[in-house]
Structure formats: structure tokens, C-alpha cells
């Protein structure tokens, strides 16, 4: 008799799969699209097998084998599905997949029979269906629009726009905060730069981590990947199978398409990187200096506006100029943004020109309020 630990831990993995194998095989029979349908049906089929697995566990402990009756969670899920299409559920059960995806990892029985390289799988693949609204279109069409969101949407145009945005709305109320409080220009000016200078290198060092951490943890996904294609190299096949069947290939031309890759031992792995965790090996989310370097820069154009007419100018008139420059360039960045968002220029623009010049009237107000009680 095994112990009650183990017991109770068969019986917790038996109902997460009975959930699981519920739900796919919920999912297959209201999907509309006969691919999304059959990967579904494959999913499905994956979970009975790890049932009968768990099963099997519980039988050699002595155990009672429960009736496979999916929980109220499951059922709800289905149930959503079915009223409000699978879409609906996906985005969770993605979630999911991920949140679980380690659930085996230190479980010896499992890791003997490989089902943690599966549930990673599964993660994968949701996320991958889960992916925005064009989830089993036709190729063509599919890269098409892929295209079209990577051109207008892309990180270097956000990363431009919210980094310029970020400096001119900071050091334009840091510098009508100083001005409100009757300070001298020198003061102004000191601390619109010092501002300056300190936000630049402060968003620099930010993206320099960010753009770095994603890079390490692309590395190692990849040796994941590496370690699982060593291990595993039949999972992995099945695994690029359903991901070109989502992508709507048939289920003959995706299983033939996988095989042909997995006989390029060169390759392959470049290939499972790309299809599978969407990382271009070569890019690797690109250069953290080149992003410091970028992002300084763009935080330095944007907080010159507001500092630049009091290098020429002094008191009302330079505060006037500065926050007329400010204007100008507020509206010109909320035009930008509507390459990201596809609003309409005059609505992005007029918004952000009215969000910036409150910032900046509130620091100003606080600001004169504290000069008044200084003095």
C-alpha cells in the first residue's frame, strides 16, 4: 500500500486530467474550424492517456479509482464554451497551462513517464491558439495580418513614443513645479536638467535590464528546448504537428511538414525555437546597450522642450514658451500614438496635449503653494 501522500496526490493529478480531457474534448465538439477541432481531439486524447496513467497509479496503490466526473470548474468552463464560442476560454486555459506547466516537475513517477515535457507542450500550443483574433486562418491570410499588427504595433515605435512621452511629461511638471514656487531661473534651469539627465539614465539602466533579463531568459527556454528535443524527440514532433495544424494547415500536411523538419538535426532546433516559443535565435529580444543608448536619447528629446526657453528666457515669458513647446510637442506624440492605437490624430493628439498641461498645471499649483509658505 502506497502511502496516503501519494494516494492523495494520484487522485489530485487523476481529476486535473479528467478536467482537462472534459474540456478539450468540449472544445472539439463546438469548434468551428475542422483544424482547431482536430488538435482539440488530439489534446484530448493526450489527457485520457495520462488518466489512464494516473489510473493505473492509483490501482497498484490499492487505491479506489474514482468515476471519471469532470469538477464544477471544468463543466463551467465547457459550458462558456458553448455559450460564447471557444475563444471565450482559450486566453484562461492558456493561463493556465502555463500556471501548471511545472506541476510534474518534481513528481519521479511522472518524470519517469515524460509528462512533464508534455504539459509544457500543451502550454506552449494554448498560447500559441490563444494568440489575437486571426487563430486558424488560412497561412496566407494569417501572415498577412501577423504582419500587418508586428508593422504598426512593433516595440521599437512604442518604445519611441512612450519613451519621448515619459520625458516630456515628467520634466514639464518638474519644471512648472520649480517655476510655481517663484524660484530664481538658475534654479529652474538646474533642476530641469538635473531631471533631465536623472530620468534619461534611470529609463537607460531600466530598459538595459529589461531587454537583458529577456535575453537570459530566452537562453533558457532555448536550452530547455535543447534538453527536451534530446529527450523527448517524438513529443516534439507532435508538439510542431498541432501548432501548424493551428495555424491552419490539415492534420496530413502538418504531421508530414514536422517529421521533414525533425530530420534536419541542424536545424531543428532553430526551428522549434522560432515555432514554438516565437524567439528569433539570432535577435533574442536584440541589443540591451542598443536599448539604453535608444532610450536615453528618446527621454532627452522629449524633456528638452520644456527646459530649452529658459536657457534664453527668464520668468513669465520663459514659462509661457515652455509650456507653448510643450504643447506642440504633446500633441505632436499623441498623433504618434495613433500608429499604435489607429485613433484619430486630432482626438490622440488634443488628449494627450490636455493630460500633459494638467500634470503640469497641478505641480505648478502645488509648487506655488509651497513658495507661498517658504516665504
Known amino acids: 500500500m502506497a502511502p496516503r501522500t501519494d494516494v492523495a496526490r494520484f487522485r489530485a493529478n487523476f481529476q486535473e486530467e479528467v478536467d482537462a480531457a472534459a474540456t478539450y474534448g468540449a472544445l ?17 486524447a ?19 479509482v474514482p468515476a471519471r466526473r469532470p469538477s464544477l470548474r471544468a463543466r463551467v468552463t465547457a459550458w462558456l464554451a458553448r455559450r460564447f464560442g471557444t475563444q471565450s476560454v482559450i486566453p484562461a486555459l492558456a493561463m493556465k497551462e502555463q500556471a501548471g506547466r511545472h506541476g510534474y ?26 494568440r489575437g483574433p486571426t487563430r486558424g486562418m488560412e497561412g496566407g491570410l494569417l501572415a498577412r495580418l501577423e504582419g500587418r499588427h508586428r508593422a504598426v504595433g512593433g516595440n521599437a515605435l512604442r518604445a519611441a513614443v512612450l519613451g519621448a512621452n515619459d520625458g516630456l511629461v515628467s520634466v514639464l511638471s518638474l519644471v512648472m513645479g520649480v517655476a510655481g514656487a517663484h524660484s530664481s531661473n538658475t534654479a529652474i534651469l538646474v533642476a530641469g536638467l538635473a531631471g533631465t539627465l536623472a530620468g534619461a539614465c534611470a529609463m537607460a539602466m531600466g530598459e538595459w535590464l529589461s531587454v537583458q533579463s529577456a535575453r537570459e531568459l530566452a537562453q533558457r ?26 495555424k491552419g494547415l490539415q492534420r496530413e500536411e502538418a504531421d508530414t511538414l514536422a517529421a521533414k523538419l525533425m530530420e534536419d538535426k541542424e536545424n531543428v532546433l532553430d526551428t522549434l525555437t522560432r515555432e514554438e516559443l516565437g524567439i ?78 494638467a500634470a503640469a498645471g497641478v505641480t505648478f499649483g502645488i509648487g506655488h503653494l509651497i513658495g507661498i509658505s517658504v516665504s
Not at 28 to 44: G, H, N, Q, S
Open 28 to 44: 472539439a465538439k463546438i469548434e468551428p474550424i475542422d483544424k482547431l477541432a482536430e488538435v482539440y481531439r488530439r489534446l484530448a
Open 46 to 64: 493526450a489527457e485520457e492517456a495520462h488518466i489512464a496513467f494516473w489510473e493505473k497509479k492509483l490501482r497498484d496503490a490499492g487505491a479506489r
Open 105 to 130: 516537475d518534481d513528481q519521479p513517477d511522472a518524470l519517469a513517464a515524460n509528462l512533464p515535457v508534455v504539459e509544457q507542450s500543451h502550454a506552449r500550443l494554448l498560447s500559441t491558439i490563444s
Open 221 to 246: 527556454q532555448i536550452s530547455i528546448e535543447r534538453d527536451e528535443l534530446a529527450e523527448a524527440p517524438e513529443e516534439e514532433q507532435e508538439e510542431l504537428s498541432l501548432i501548424y495544424q493551428a
Open 280 to 357: 528569433d535565435p539570432e535577435e533574442l529580444g536584440g541589443s540591451a546597450w542598443e536599448a539604453a543608448i535608444t532610450s536615453f536619447f528618446l527621454f532627452f528629446v522629449g524633456a528638452i522642450s520644456p527646459v530649452a526657453p529658459f536657457l534664453f528666457l527668464s520668468g513669465t515669458p520663459a514659462i509661457v514658451i515652455s509650456l507653448a513647446a510643450s504643447g506642440f510637442a504633446l500633441f505632436v506624440i499623441g498623433a504618434a500614438i495613433t500608429l499604435l492605437t489607429g485613433r484619430g490624430v486630432l482626438y490622440s493628439g488634443l488628449r494627450q496635449l490636455l493630460i500633459g498641461m
